[in-house]
């Protein structure tokens, strides 16, 4: 059997940290994609998560000051 699968979802801007003052990070749209092609005895999928390469800030780490940001683009295949 053979599937198709595609995931989008979106986050509108946020505030960094959990304050009223803080600098707002930007909203974001994610796509991912899958096919998968499934016998009995294996399974094979092929996938692209955020397809669109997108560049989200997920936050800051105030005690590091560093930045979060999601996963860029990543396309594999699995067999099993």
Known sequence: SA??????SFMDEQPQ???RTSPMNDSYE???LKAVIQDEAWTVELFVDNVTNEYAS???DAGYLG????????AGLRVS
């Open 17 to 19: 940290l959990l304050s």
């Open 30 to 32: 994610l796509v991912n």
């Open 58 to 60: 997920l936050g800051i």
């Open 3 to 8: 599937r198709l699968r595609a995931d989008y």
């Open 67 to 74: 930045n979060y940001r999601n996963r860029p683009r990543t």
